[in-house]
């Protein structure tokens, strides 16, 4: 892409698009590998049903476990956070941002 002109991009593994419950969690796991196209990782797992089947909820129940996901996603390399929960995940980013970790 950058070959062709584009300088703006962004690297977003899908989650939850087309891959079951284990896909997902490797993806997460593994996260850091996409670090190297050094381009910005976005994350979306705020809600999604990789929470809600593990933990056997429904998307209204779901805020502790996307702060959780998210978290981990930010450790990993996340640079983008896509959520349904703004305050809360700013809130877990000062957090991070306190422990030089994000």
């Given at each position: 892409l950058?070959?062709?002109g584009h300088a703006d991009i962004?690297?977003?593994?899908?989650?939850?698009?087309?891959?079951?419950?284990?896909?997902?969690?490797e993806l997460l796991s593994g996260?850091?590998?996409f670090r190297i196209f050094g381009c910005p990782i976005l994350v979306g797992v705020s809600r999604?049903?990789?929470?809600?089947?593990?933990?056997?909820i429904d998307a209204g129940a779901a805020l502790?476990?996307?702060?959780?996901?998210?978290?981990?996603?930010?450790?990993?390399?996340?640079?983008?956070?896509?959520?349904?929960?703004?305050k809360e995940t700013a809130e877990s980013v000062r957090l991070l941002k306190a422990l030089s970790i994000y």
């Open positions: 950058r070959d062709l962004i690297i977003d593994p899908g989650f939850g698009f087309g891959k079951t419950l284990e896909h997902n969690y996260l850091e590998n999604k049903s990789m929470i809600q089947k593990l933990l056997q502790n476990g996307s702060i959780v996901l998210q978290t981990v996603a930010m450790m990993k390399g996340a640079a983008i956070i896509r959520t349904h929960d703004v």
